[in-house]
């Protein structure tokens, strides 16, 4: 509403501007054949055209356009009235108009913590973040995080990477070596689950986080953890053979009865 009342004050005032201009310079023109001096005349008519010269350009210079990979935000009242990507915007009597990148961010992170078994892991990761378009998203994001400046993006960044770590850290204490190896969806979901909604708040949405990596801190842990595996899947390559070598032998034995049926066929004809 305040924004809409602000562009037809601006626009009802440039338009009168500018017909002001114009009507002056007409009556300069008029003097001119009624015999006012020469001089007075130009100087009137020089006035009425820089006079409308001026609306037209405080018109034009209202209007903003923001670049392809960058947001447009118009607050009006300390409220966001309009917000979007690459938008042109005219900016009324009592608007402001904000720019920030859209760019998408990725933050790492790294956590240790020991198991349900007391043996410490190192899980490594990244989460990816957007601005949050929903509602309001796009201006709780430049009004907490520093007008999205190189400052801002520090340090968001940084916050959202200590919440990952400590997320998981929660996660890790209360899972099996096994479990945290094998189970990284848990973690992922966990993460996205706890920090939705309280990154919402800060205009941040949360497009995907992923588990990269998880460490056995202790080499001889680690050691004995691929011994275990390289023990089973000897022994599965051993049962495998063994079951084939029966299968084979089977099917050996059951060719040969039939070789001697029919060879005891032949010799009672």
Same mark, same amino acid.
Request: charge should be neutral; hydrophobic fraction near 45%; charged fraction near 20%.
């Given at each position: 509403?305040?924004?809409?009342?602000?562009?037809?004050?601006?626009?009802?005032?440039?338009?009168?501007?500018?017909?002001?201009?114009?009507?002056?310079?007409?009556?300069?023109?008029?003097?001119?054949?009624?015999?006012?001096?020469?001089?007075?005349?130009?100087?009137?008519?020089?006035?009425?055209?820089?006079?409308?010269?001026?609306?037209?350009?405080?018109?034009?210079?209202?209007?903003?356009?923001?670049?392809?990979?960058?947001?447009?935000?118009?607050?009006?009242?300390?409220?966001?009235?309009?917000?979007?990507?690459?938008?042109?915007?005219?900016?009324?009597?009592?608007?402001?108009?904000?720019?920030?990148?859209?760019?998408?961010?990725?933050?790492?992170?790294? $956590?240790?913590?020991?198991?349900?078994?007391?043996?410490?892991?190192?899980?490594?990761?990244?989460?990816?973040?957007?601005?949050?378009?929903?509602?309001?998203?796009?201006?709780?994001?430049?009004?907490?995080?520093?007008?999205?400046?190189?400052?801002?993006?520090?340090?968001?960044?940084?916050?959202? $990477?200590?919440?990952?770590?400590?997320?998981?850290?929660?996660?890790?204490?209360?899972?099996?070596?096994?479990?945290?190896?094998?189970?990284?969806?848990?973690?992922?979901?966990?993460?996205?689950?706890? #920090?939705?909604?309280?990154?919402?708040?800060?205009?941040?949405?949360?497009?995907?986080?992923?588990?990269?990596?998880?460490?056995?801190?202790?080499?001889?842990?680690?050691?004995?953890?691929?011994?275990?595996?390289?023990?089973?899947?000897?022994?599965?390559?051993?049962?495998?053979?063994? $079951?084939?070598?029966?299968?084979?032998?089977?099917?050996?034995?059951?060719?040969? #009865?039939?070789?001697? #049926? #029919?060879?005891?066929?032949?010799?009672?004809?």
């Amino acid at each position: 509403m305040n924004s809409h009342r602000g562009q037809t004050i601006v626009g009802t005032t440039v338009l009168g501007l500018g017909l002001l201009g114009v009507c002056l310079s007409g009556a300069c023109i008029v003097g001119m054949g009624s015999g006012i001096p020469l001089a007075q005349a130009i100087v009137g008519l020089v006035c009425g055209i820089l006079l409308a010269c001026l609306s037209i350009w405080s018109w034009i210079s209202r209007w903003v356009t923001g670049k392809a990979n960058e947001w447009i935000l118009v607050v009006s009242n300390g409220r966001m009235v309009k917000a979007g990507v690459g938008l042109t915007v005219f900016r009324g009597l009592y608007d402001q108009v904000v720019a920030f990148p859209s760019v998408i961010q990725k933050v790492s992170w790294s $956590a240790e913590q020991v198991s349900k078994e007391v043996q410490g892991l190192r899980v490594s990761g990244f989460c990816i973040w957007s601005i949050n378009r929903i509602d309001d998203g796009p201006f709780k994001a430049y009004r907490y995080l520093d007008g999205l400046s190189t400052k801002g993006l520090a340090s968001a960044n940084d916050n959202l $990477a200590r919440m990952c770590e400590s997320i998981i850290r929660s996660a890790v204490a209360s899972m099996s070596i096994d479990e945290v190896i094998r189970n990284r969806e848990a973690m992922r979901e966990k993460v996205k689950h706890d #920090m939705g909604s309280i990154v919402t708040g800060w205009g941040v949405w949360l497009e995907t986080v992923e588990v990269t990596e998880v460490t056995v801190c202790s080499r001889s842990l680690f050691e004995d953890l691929q011994v275990e595996f390289r023990q089973q899947s000897r022994q599965a390559a051993e049962i495998t053979k063994l $079951a084939t070598r029966e299968r084979i032998d089977e099917a050996t034995l059951q060719s040969n #009865m039939k070789v001697r #049926m #029919m060879m005891m066929d032949v010799t009672e004809v």
